[in-house]
């Protein structure tokens, strides 16, 4: 029988001409990453905010996860923490912490919770947030006159709209192209 060459060894996808929706292409490419952390497909790490809470999460983040022998139940949760204050906070509250953990997985996965302290890494992806400022009474009354000849009243609230979102422009100040004339 003859040695087959060590690239055929590996049986290669088939090609595909058709769209593929990008969560199911990160899951593929994130589970050998996650699996060598023992986090599987990851799922811990992406659904942290919502299996431990918005106020946990906000100081912790999941390192890995440890499993005695070739065991996937009973595992140490290894969670970084930004402040020892917040580890403190998550010793006395983690009987509950590990319930809900559990819960999400379905399955006693974690057992135990072993700290590490230490900065948390930038998120990848921040929120935006909306700039919010008051339109002072001037400011309304002068949009109100400007658009006196709109008719259509869903482009003047469309643009009342946009006048109040733009920053206010101080009354002594000129712009550029009339004050360089």
Do not use: C
Not at 12 to 23: A, I, K, Q, S
Not at 80 to 107: C, K, W
Not at 114 to 134: C, D, Q, S, W, Y
């Amino acid at each position: 029988m003859t040695k087959q060459p060590a690239y055929r060894k590996y049986k290669t996808p088939e090609r595909r001409n058709r769209t593929e929706f990008l969560g199911k292409s990160v899951g593929r490419l994130t589970k050998p990453l996650f699996g060598r952390r023992g986090m599987a497909d990851g799922a811990i790490v992406r659904d942290w905010p919502t299996s431990a809470g918005e106020a946990i999460a906000k100081h912790s983040q999941p390192e890995k996860i440890t499993y005695p022998g070739r065991e996937r139940s009973g595992g140490m949760l290894h969670l970084r923490v930004d402040n020892s204050a917040m580890a403190t906070q998550l010793q006395h509250l983690e009987p509950q912490l590990l319930e809900r953990i559990n819960g999400h997985f379905g399955y006693r996965a974690v057992a135990r919770l072993r700290f590490i302290h230490g900065p948390l890494p930038k998120p990848f992806v921040t929120a935006r947030k909306a700039k919010t400022h008051e339109t002072s009474p001037a400011r309304k009354r002068e949009l109100a006159h400007t658009l006196d000849s709109v008719d259509d009243p869903e482009l003047r609230r469309a643009l009342e709209k946009l006048g109040e979102a733009l920053p206010e422009t101080k009354p002594d100040s000129k712009p550029e192209s009339e004050s360089n004339s």
